[in-house]
């Protein structure tokens, strides 16, 4: 999609050896949805075994701001609900079981790590943790849609990374999920705001350099017993 780079990285950032997805497949760019979480196997059959993945999202929780960064402690995947699930049909046993659970979907300790690390480097007054809800996409969602969404639980919403999640969960990976609050939802009948995809796009330049240095302080401390760390953006 417009914006995405479209390339796979290997590399070694602070002495890790990690392959990164500098863009991802999406829903509503018409894959179907094994396709869209393929790399997260091909990621497990090359010795990954910590996956960090970012997105970009709309704010649904009036505290948060623009710019701000919110860690996934919990997601609502609400084409799961319609049977949209990237595990539906014949179950991979070499990577999972037929049920994974998904109540520890988001590893606590990268969590807390994340958390440490953001303090450390100064950037508490931006970070938050919440809850990510993903749609199908690609449009933006209806002023009832987001008012649904915020009741529901919901602090941001977004168009990917749940089916990454389920995928890596299945296979077994540990996961850090990390938002960049790119828009304010549109919560008022009475508001002249409206959602775009270049204000995505410029709030995600501008945040760049420190969800770098966020990312890498991070991996620094990852033990990855000598395999692969993982990022899908």
């Known amino acids: 999609v417009h914006g995405h780079a479209g390339r796979l990285i290997f590399g070694t950032l602070n002495g890790k050896p990690c392959v990164c997805m500098q863009g991802r497949f999406h829903l509503y760019e018409g894959y179907p949805i094994w396709k869209v979480t393929f790399p997260i196997r091909i990621f497990k059959l090359l010795g990954v075994q910590t996956v960090i993945l970012t997105n970009a999202a709309g704010g649904l929780n009036q505290d948060y701001k623009v710019g701000d960064v919110m860690l996934i402690k919990d997601h609502l995947n609400l084409p799961g609900f319609a049977g949209n699930n990237p595990l539906v049909g014949p179950n991979e046993e070499r990577f999972g079981v037929r049920f994974p659970c998904m109540s520890d979907a988001y590893d606590r300790d990268l969590l807390k790590a994340a958390q440490v690390v953001g303090a450390e480097l100064g950037y508490s007054d931006f970070m938050k943790e919440g809850v990510y809800c993903v749609l199908g996409g690609p449009s933006f969602e209806t002023i009832a849609e987001c008012r649904m969404l915020n009741r529901l639980g919901a602090d941001a919403v977004g168009m990917s990374t749940v089916h990454e999640v389920i995928v890596a969960r299945h296979c077994g990976l540990r996961v850090l999920g990390l938002s960049l609050i790119t828009n304010k939802a549109v919560m008022d009948y009475e508001s002249e705001e409206r959602a775009n995809h270049e204000e995505v796009l410029q709030t995600g330049k501008q945040r760049a350099e420190q969800l770098e240095k966020l ?19």
Request: aromatic share 10%; with cysteine; hydrophobic share 35%.
């Open 215 to 233: 990312v890498s302080t991070l991996v620094a401390r990852v033990e990855l017993n000598n395999n692969y760390c993982g990022f899908g953006d």
